[in-house]
């Protein structure tokens, strides 16, 4: 299936993501991160690679050269003190061009943008050969500066995804039988009031607006156990509300959800995607109910374990989890979609922009909302129970539902 000889699940496989010592670790997670790349794109056409299907999304080749050249901004030349691979930075640098213009720059061809992440590996991965892990430089601490590029590219596929998605051609996937499931836990958790310890300190994976762990106070609340699904959201949508995108009726009056160009029945009991802030906040204060905020989403996901990151092209269905069930009862939050918090993106008390400002600090503000937990389209590598993803409230390409709270 790829030209790689590793298919996109095989790229997940737990013996490429787990070895032995840190650097087989490192290269392991950069292996990983390529091979999942290449066998996503495998299947699409040049002519598709170089297209904009959205003002929103980048053209294809565009996210790949640019994972190229972060690698080499970072490894190859920060870390590893050699000269330019490439001599045209700015089309590569996200902060130049917005999104809609890049496919009238000047990109490199597929087969170059291909050619070109290969050479920056293999010189990054000698880079990663010679350099000293535990030296006193923070960027090099426990590989972390090796470990922020596996987990961008990742995050690149998640977004590369989003763009296929959007394509009105079909990406051909097959998705192994939805698992079944017939329990119907309690509707809502309670969980207490009190102080927790809201963040991290690590420094060895973490981004900097994860940073610094740090104690929150929340009152009592009551939480979903599981996230609206596409049944409930559709009581909403037939009282007035408005439906989610991909959303459509078929001339006999049922639902269809177009998922990667495949025109579906609408599955009743998946988590909703595709929502945006404002759709799901609609939702919730329909239902006398309101978006949980940031920190109570986090209090709630303490002991959450991982379930549908990078498994299947969607959500599993509602309920389909009860063994990643957090401390506090509560299902499905780390995987299946992104969910939306009332909560602006703001910094921790003592945050510090690390490695580079663009990161996390030039979008702190109320222009931002943030979302937790990660989508069936994101890797292990790239989310955990503190991470924080954000973007526009009116915003809904990305692989985003909800959960709905009430004060305790
Ligand atoms: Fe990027």
């Known amino acids: 299936m790829s030209c790689t000889g590793v298919t996109f699940s095989e790229a997940l496989r737990p013996s490429l993501l787990d070895p032995p010592d840190l650097k087989a670790g490192l290269a392991a997670g950069l292996a990983a991160a390529r091979a999942r790349t290449l066998a996503l794109l495998e299947p699409v056409p040049d002519e598709d690679l170089v297209a904009q299907h959205s003002p929103l999304m980048s053209p294809l080749v565009w996210d790949l050269a640019h994972v190229g050249f ?5 490894l190859v030349r920060r870390v590893g003190g050699e000269a330019p691979l490439l001599d045209r930075d700015e089309l590569y640098d996200a902060f130049r061009h917005g999104r809609s213009e890049r496919a009238a720059l000047p990109l490199l061809t597929p087969r170059e943008a291909r050619d070109y992440v290969d050479r920056v590996r293999e010189r990054a991965l000698a880079v990663l050969e010679r350099v000293e892990l535990d030296a006193g430089d923070p960027l090099l601490r426990d590989g972390y500066v090796f470990a922020m590029i596996a987990q961008h590219e990742q995050q690149h596929v998640e977004t590369m995804l989003a763009t296929l998605n959007l394509r009105a051609a079909e ?3 097959e998705d192994p039988a939805p698992p079944v499931t017939a329990r119907r836990p309690p509707p809502e958790q309670l969980v207490d009031g009190g102080t927790f310890l809201m963040g991290t300190d ?6 900097d607006n994860e940073r610094l762990r740090h104690e929150r106070h929340v009152d009592a609340f009551w939480i979903d156990t599981l996230p609206v699904t596409n049944g409930a959201y559709l009581e909403f949508v037939e009282a007035g509300g408005e439906p989610p995108q991909f959303w459509s009726r078929e001339a006999d009056g049922s639902l269809v ?6 025109r579906e029945r609408l599955p009743l009991d998946e988590p909703v995607q595709h929502v945006s802030w404002r759709q799901a906040d609609a939702f919730a204060r329909w239902a006398g109910r309101r978006l949980p905020t940031e920190a109570e989403w986090e209090k709630a996901a303490q002991g959450a374990r991982p379930g549908n990151l990078a498994e299947r092209f969607g959500p599993a269905p509602a309920g389909s989890d009860p063994d990643g069930a957090s401390d506090w009862g509560v299902e499905q939050l780390l995987g299946d979609v992104w969910e939306w918090t009332a909560s602006d993106f703001e910094p921790y008390p003592g ?3 690390f490695p580079y400002a663009e ?5 702190f503000g109320d222009g931002y909302k943030v979302l937790r937990g990660g989508s069936w389209a994101t890797h292990p590598a790239a989310t955990r129970v503190t991470f924080r993803n954000w973007d526009f409230p009116v915003r809904r390409q990305i692989f985003a539902g909800f959960r ?4 305790g």
């Open 202 to 207: 690590d420094r060895s994976r973490a981004y």
């Open 404 to 407: 709905t709270a009430r004060d």
């Open 171 to 173: 990406y051909p996937f």
């Open 351 to 353: 945050f510090e922009a």
């Open 70 to 74: 972060f690698e080499e901004l970072w």
């Open 257 to 262: 959800r177009t998922r990667l160009g495949r």
């Open 359 to 363: 990161y996390s600090e030039v979008f």
